[in-house]
């Protein structure tokens, strides 16, 4: 039986490293398109070791479970973001309204001060 990890070790780092992989993080649907050019390649490059259709469906199954998780951690940074965006715009609006305030006061009472 055909270990997807194995699979991967052995037919796709012939012609990649595992970086090439690991940066994407994709669900089984795209692996699956993924894996099938892969397989394309590895049948169409003199040299390289092909990879069947068994070891294709095992390799796309290990992918998909190991780097699936794309949409999980998009969710988290976009609640990090969120968060950090409200924060920027309350620090923004609280200084915004300071300084309009400080300002205007200060330049009040500095005319009429002079002037008097
Ligand atoms: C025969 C050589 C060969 C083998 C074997 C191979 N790849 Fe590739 N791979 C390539 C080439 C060439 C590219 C660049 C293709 C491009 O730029 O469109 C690539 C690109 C990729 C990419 C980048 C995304 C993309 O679509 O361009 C991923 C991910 C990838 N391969 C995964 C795999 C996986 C997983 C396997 C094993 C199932 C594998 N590769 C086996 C040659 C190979």
Known sequence: MAQGRDVVAAKC???????????EHEDA????????????FSQRIPGKNPISEPERVAAT????RILGEKDDDDHQEDEREEEEEKEEEAAASDAGDGDQRGRGRGRGRGRRGRGA
């Open 13 to 23: 780092f012939q012609c990649h490293g595992a970086s090439m992989i690991t940066s």
């Open 61 to 64: 199954a290990y992918l998909a």
């Open 29 to 40: 649907r795209k692996w699956n398109r993924i894996t099938r050019e892969m397989q394309r």
